[in-house]
């Protein structure tokens, strides 16, 4: 079984910065690509960022040039370096990540979400 967890969300003024991070653990042979999505109230769930494994990186318009995403292969986690936040930044971020199981089988896995608000 594998596990996301997602910390560092909270809340910060607006043009603040926060660093979300996403372990994964469990039985995990290989992880391909890992992103973030989020979801604000009343709204759909939204690709934020994603990262392959060889470092190349995607981002949605509206995060490009704020948020920067990374990761550290070697403890299989995630990070979104989000500054200069607002308030269209507000929701509830989810981490995502696909991957190949030690028993080789192909999953996508999410974690469970935190929530980041930007409120003066």
């Known amino acids: 079984q594998v596990q996301l967890v997602e910390s560092g969300g909270g809340l910060v003024q607006p043009g603040g910065s926060l660093r979300l991070s996403c372990p994964a653990s469990g039985s995990i042979y290989m992880i391909y690509t890992m992103g973030w999505y989020r979801q604000a109230p009343g709204k759909q769930r939204e690709l934020v960022a994603t990262?392959?494994?060889?470092?190349?990186?995607n981002y949605a318009e509206s995060v490009k040039g704020r948020f920067t995403i990374s990761r550290d292969n070697a403890k299989n986690t995630m990070y979104l370096q989000m500054n200069s936040l607002n308030a269209e930044d507000t929701a509830v971020y989810y981490c995502n990540a696909d991957l190949r199981t030690s028993g080789l089988t192909r999953d996508t896995n999410w974690g469970q979400g935190i929530q980041v608000t930007v409120s003066s």
């Open positions: 990262i392959i494994s060889g470092s190349r990186t």
